[in-house]
């Protein structure tokens, strides 16, 4: 398997530009997390779905923000307006349900986002 | 922080010489897991060790658990250059989710 793909790996947009980040997780996984890294605030989970529903969105920061999964195999993050304080890296993982509760996650290798 | 601590938050040691990071967190949990992340790449799952274990070992790396104490570290030993990263600790309590630690800086020096 490739891994969980992410693009673009790299995106420099000006302040009030629309942005999408996409996603392909791991073929069978059944769950899909977006979270953002950033010095100051670290690893901060933005949204995760779970068979393609989301079911906590509860760290997206605001309604400029926005994550869709219309597949298994599909999702992605917008943000529109974007903002300079939304540079960070964008990573998405996937996972399976392991037996027992136990889950490990699947990480991309991110998209590094700057805002001018 | 309201969700737990790792500590040293940047450790530099010399090559072959045993690295220890340690975690803390202040939930009921079911699961501690370990990941790497390499500077501009995606974080790696190393280890998991469930909340009935104490103690959990793979290749050069140790991890502990003390539930009562809500600790956890991770050792590696022999360590080597390529060994540089950041290393992140999460929890789970039976749900999808993980919890991420801030991480630990470690450099490795030749």
């Known amino acids: 398997d490739a891994g969980v793909i992410q693009s673009p790996r790299h995106e420099v947009t000006e302040m009030g530009q629309e942005v999408t980040l996409r996603c392909k997780p791991i073929?069978?996984?059944?769950?899909l997390f977006w979270y953002r890294q950033t010095m100051m605030r670290g690893l901060e989970l933005l949204i995760y779905?779970?068979?393609?529903?989301?079911?906590?969105d509860s760290g997206m920061p605001e309604d400029r923000f926005s994550a869709k999964m219309p597949n298994a195999s599909f999702s992605t993050l917008k943000i529109q307006p974007s903002e300079p304080r939304d540079s960070a890296v964008y990573f998405c993982a996937s996972s399976n349900g392991g037996t027992g509760g136990y889950y490990e996650q699947y990480f991309g290798p991110g998209t590094r986002l700057t805002v001018t | 922080s309201q969700q737990g601590e790792e500590d040293p938050q940047a450790l530099s040691i010399q090559e072959g010489e045993n690295a220890t990071m340690n975690c803390s967190y202040k939930?009921?949990?079911?699961?501690l897991q370990w990941y790497r992340q390499n500077s501009g790449r995606g974080l790696v799952h190393l280890i998991l060790i469930r909340s009935n274990e104490r103690e959990k070992h793979s290749g050069r790396l140790r991890v502990t658990l003390d539930t009562s104490k809500k600790s956890s570290s991770l050792l590696i030993t022999a360590s080597r250059a390529a060994d540089t990263a950041s290393y992140f600790c999460a929890w789970g309590a039976g749900s999808y989710q993980l919890t991420f630690g801030k991480g630990t800086k470690l450099s490795v020096i030749p």
């Open positions: 073929s069978g996984h059944n769950s």
């Open positions: 939930t009921s949990i079911n699961n």
């Open positions: 779905f779970n068979n393609n529903v989301p079911i906590d």
